[in-house]
């Protein structure tokens, strides 16, 4: 059984730093793109970044470019990602999803979310 | 950067009616598109990619159609359990956009 949990969210002060994980298992992990996907309360997902399959190839949206960096190790079955310079914008429930990419590329599983929230 | 438009951003129906919500791409996407319905306090689920395919163990009631900047979900016959928010989006590059969601309730 495929699954996605994340974990390292929490309440951090404007401009602060925190690294979220997703640990995966159920499936080999360094054969897929994997994904972050964050929702603010109450509003719409907004996809964050992608990573290859060998951490070769890493895309992100634009309001998190500079500030987050998206990795893996594949020899933990882990994703990461690392928030630095936090906005109150950047609060919400960030989820780990695994991108089938084979014909087409879509998000197949997704974890339960970890919330970070950004605020003094 | 390409723009995912959903129209209605919610609506009432009754169960039994055919729904159809609808996503416009704001440049040409061919049929890279995908739905995701996400229910009230759960993780989204893929329901439909490449605009049209079911994903494996969707009910047939769903449905996609459409290429190149307008798409569409039908469900043809709404459930109770059908109550969510109803996403698309794009992957033919990134950024990867979403729509900004149609909320489907029940009249």
């Known amino acids: 059984e495929v699954q996605l949990v994340e974990s390292g969210g929490g309440l951090v002060q404007p401009g602060g730093s925190l690294r979220l994980s997703c640990a995966a298992s159920g499936f080999t992990f360094s054969n897929y793109w994997m994904t972050w996907v964050r929702q603010a309360p109450g509003k719409g997902l907004e996809w964050v970044a992608n990573i290859k399959q060998d951490g070769s190839e890493k895309y992100y949206v634009d309001s998190v470019k500079g500030r987050f960096t998206i990795s893996r190790d594949n020899a933990k079955n882990s994703l990461y990602l690392q928030m630095n310079s936090l906005r109150a914008e950047d609060t919400a429930v960030y989820y780990c999803?695994?991108?089938?990419?084979?014909?087409?590329?879509?998000?197949?599983?997704w974890g339960q979310g970890t919330l970070v929230t950004v605020s003094s | 950067d390409i723009q995912m438009t959903q129209s209605p951003s919610s609506l009432s129906a009754s169960v039994g009616d055919r729904v159809t919500i609808t996503c416009r791409a704001s440049q040409g996407i061919n049929n890279y598109l995908a739905w995701y319905q996400q229910k009230p306090g759960k993780v989204p689920k893929v329901l439909i990619y490449?605009?049209?395919t079911l994903q494996s163990g969707v009910p047939s009631r769903f449905s996609g159609s459409g290429s190149g900047t307008d798409f569409t979900l039908t469900i043809s016959g709404l459930q109770p359990e059908d109550v969510a928010t109803y996403y698309c989006?794009?992957?033919?590059?990134?950024?990867?956009?979403f729509g900004q969601g149609t909320k489907v309730e029940i009249k």
């Open positions: 490449d605009a049209s």
């Open positions: 989006q794009k992957y033919n590059s990134v950024p990867w956009t």
């Open positions: 999803a695994r991108v089938e990419c084979s014909t087409s590329c879509y998000l197949d599983y």
